[in-house]
């Protein structure tokens, strides 16, 4: 059983829609990472959290330590959002990766 | 500002011989990363610098996989002997220290033939 497993493994929404990326973990770590990667492999931290919740444009990512799952929303989706998101488990020393979601967003 | 770039881009070699792949972090980070994406699968972490601490390389798959970071900057990671399963993405990222989020390079594309 992978530490860290996310769903859906794949997603197609309609431009504007609510999008939910799910992720759990069983591993102790000390923040959860949510990364981007898009269609040409680059990777961007998106977040960084260990508590509570985070917002930065239309992506918010929350955080339940007791339930060790986060969510990743992303509101009025575009077509630029169409990537892979990609939770990660952090200890101080390394990150525990998931399996990614790709995320397709059709106009 | 500069990001973090690796070097090179893509690199194309026969089973059998050694690689090395250059990292160079954003200034000012004390902890670097390896991970290693191979085609369908997720990443996976390889080895972490901490300034000048010991590195962790409990991710490192086999003895043919060695990485040193020198005067806390520049980092080479070395694969030996190189086998068709090494044929990957090679990340590299840096943070301002370990508590802080990772910025990525664009990765090393390593096909061994």
């Known amino acids: 059983k992978n530490e860290v497993e996310q769903s859906p493994q794949n997603l197609t929404a309609q431009e504007g829609e609510f999008i939910t990326i799910n992720c759990s973990y069983s591993v102790g770590i000390s923040a959860l990472h949510w990364l981007q990667q898009h269609p040409g492999g680059g990777i961007v931290s998106l977040f960084m959290?260990?508590?509570g919740k985070k917002k930065h444009g239309r992506l918010i990512a929350t955080i339940n330590i007791q339930e060790k799952h986060s969510s990743l929303h992303i509101t009025a989706s575009h077509p630029r959002d169409s990537a892979v998101y990609i939770c990660?488990?952090?200890?101080?020393?390394?990150?525990?990766f998931g399996s990614g979601t790709q995320l397709t967003v059709l106009p | 500002g500069a990001g973090v770039s690796q070097s090179p881009s893509n690199k194309v070699t026969e089973k059998g011989k050694d690689v090395e792949l250059r990292c160079d972090p954003i200034?000012?980070?004390?902890?670097l990363y390896w991970y290693r994406q191979s085609l369908g699968q997720g990443l996976e972490f390889l080895i972490y610098?901490?300034?000048?601490?010991?590195?962790?390389k409990s991710g490192l798959p086999s003895d043919r996989f060695s990485a040193e970071r020198t005067g806390g900057s520049v980092s080479t990671l070395t694969i030996q002997r190189t086998q068709q399963e090494d044929s990957a993405v090679y990340l590299c990222?840096?943070?301002?220290?370990?508590?802080?989020?990772?910025?990525f390079g664009p990765g090393t594309r390593l096909t061994v033939l």
């Open positions: 610098f901490q300034g000048n601490s010991a590195p962790d």
């Open positions: 959290l260990s508590s």
């Open positions: 990660a488990g952090g200890s101080a020393r390394q990150l525990t």
């Open positions: 200034s000012g980070h004390t902890a």
């Open positions: 990222a840096s943070s301002l220290d370990r508590s802080n989020e990772q910025f």
